[in-house]
T-cell receptor, first 119, second 113 residues
Framework: GAGVSQSPRYKVAKRGQDVALRCDPI?????LFWYQQALGQGPEFLTY????????KSGLPSDRFFAERPEGSVSTLKIQRTQQEDSAVYLCASSSPPEGFFNMNTEAFFGQGTRLTVV | KQEVTQIPAALSVPEGENLVLNCSFTDSAIYNLQWFRQDPGKGLTSLLL?????REQTSGRLNASLDKSSGRSTLYIAASQPGDSATYLCAVGGGNTGNQFYFGTGTSLTVIP
């Protein structure tokens, strides 16, 4: 597609429910990032994929958060047993640096985000 | 850990005015710096990318500078328009920060017609 696509745009979950958020990166983009943005804050890093390999998951806040990108394209962020503090906008970004790895040419292109509200 | 600060947090200017948004970061060992625009309820739109070896980048009425050694970047907007109203975020990427971008909390800009 022309840009990064995320679905759903909005999700309301009851506390304790599991949710799955989808990201379709720009076709051919090697790198994929997930970020969490709380209201009034800048995005906070969650995890980074290069193709299907999850190279960095240091930002995942707990073991209830899990991300995968099994075929190196579409990615899913799963949150188990959601809690109110998980309410935020979840942003996905993709990039395609010519060398394939994170470098000074890495420019991130973001999707519209999924707004998750846990009630 | 990289800390990114943006000043001011909010700015309101009359249409036509030139303005400067500031971004500072604590770890200068970065690969690049990217400026984004975020409209309410929307994702991030990339405005400018400055590589660590560059001093500035220009796109239309926007000019971004980077002084890596002092850990500072500025975004200059010329002849502001009401359509420029949005939140502007800077993000530093790579280097000592690893495979990620660190974001500031943004500057909320309102351009008054």
């Amino acid at each position: 597609g022309a840009g990064v696509s995320q679905s759903p745009r909005y999700k309301v979950a009851k506390r304790g429910q599991d949710v799955a958020l989808r990201c379709d990166p720009i076709s051919g983009h090697v790198s994929l990032f997930w970020y969490q943005q709380a209201l009034g804050q800048g995005p906070e890093f969650l995890t980074y994929f290069q193709n299907e390999a999850q190279l960095d998951k240091s930002g995942l806040p707990s073991d209830r958060f899990f991300a995968e990108r099994p075929e190196g394209s579409v990615s899913t962020l799963k949150i188990q047993r959601t809690q109110q503090e998980d309410s935020a906008v979840y942003l996905c970004a993709s990039s395609s640096p010519p060398e394939g790895f994170f470098n000074m040419n890495t420019e991130a292109f973001f999707g519209q985000g999924t707004r998750l509200t846990v009630v | 850990k990289q800390e990114v600060t943006q000043i001011p947090a909010a700015l309101s200017v009359p249409e036509g005015e030139n303005l400067v948004l500031n971004c500072s970061f604590t770890d200068s060992a970065i690969y690049n710096l990217q400026w984004f625009r975020q409209d309410p309820g929307k994702g991030l739109t990339s405005l400018l990318l400055i590589q660590s070896s560059q001093r500035e980048q220009t796109s239309g009425r926007l000019n971004a500078s980077l002084d890596k050694s002092s850990g500072r970047s500025t975004l200059y907007i010329a002849a502001s328009q009401p359509g420029d109203s949005a939140t502007y975020l800077c993000a530093v990427g790579g280097g000592n920060t690893g495979n990620q971008f660190y974001f500031g909390t943004g500057t909320s800009l309102t351009v008054i017609p």
